[in-house]
């Protein structure tokens, strides 16, 4: 058994398989997540797991280039802005429509849902690599 750190099969397989510039999906529970999307379904219940916990054990395990957020959550939802900026404040940020946003987890090699329940509370990671 892991001492520490993703428990969770589907999210250690898929955060081992990513490569350079691979792209993954924190979701909030009501993103549309496109059929032919792998999804890795963390919603137990209204609110849990929150967005920002899973978020924290993703980024605790993976290099992260480059995030992807929609352009509404600053006006939307400006605490989990806030605090992704915080946790993240090394990280270049492309801001995007809601709609594009949409669009781009098409490309995502999987989107991640949580069982968060404020707007706008999704993100696009794109992974770099570990050459320090």
């Known amino acids: 058994m892991k001492k520490n ?9 898929l955060l081992a398989s990513l490569g350079h510039t ?5 979701a909030d529970c009501g993103l549309p997540i496109p059929n032919e999307e792998a999804r890795i379904d963390l ?3 209204k609110g849990f ?22 352009e509404e959550i600053k006006t939307q939802n400006p605490d989990v802005y806030e605090s992704i900026k ?13 709609e594009e946003f949409k669009e781009m987890t098409k490309q995502a090699k999987a989107v991640i849902r949580t069982g968060e329940a404020t707007p706008y509370a999704n993100i696009i990671l794109r992974s770099g690599v570990n050459f320090s």
């Not at 750190?5 to 397989?13: P, S, V």
């Not at 691979?22 to 924190?26: A, G, P, W």
């Not at 797991?49 to 929609?70: K, M, Q, R, T």
């Open 43 to 45: 919603a137990l219940v």
């Open 86 to 98: 915080a946790r993240m404040s090394d990280v270049p940020i492309q801001f995007v429509r809601h």
């Open 22 to 26: 691979d792209t993954i999906v924190i």
């Open 49 to 70: 797991p929150p967005f920002l916990s899973v978020l924290d054990a993703v980024i605790n395990e993976l290099v992260v280039e480059e995030i992807v957020l929609a």
């Open 5 to 13: 750190g993703i428990l969770n099969k589907e999210l250690n397989t």
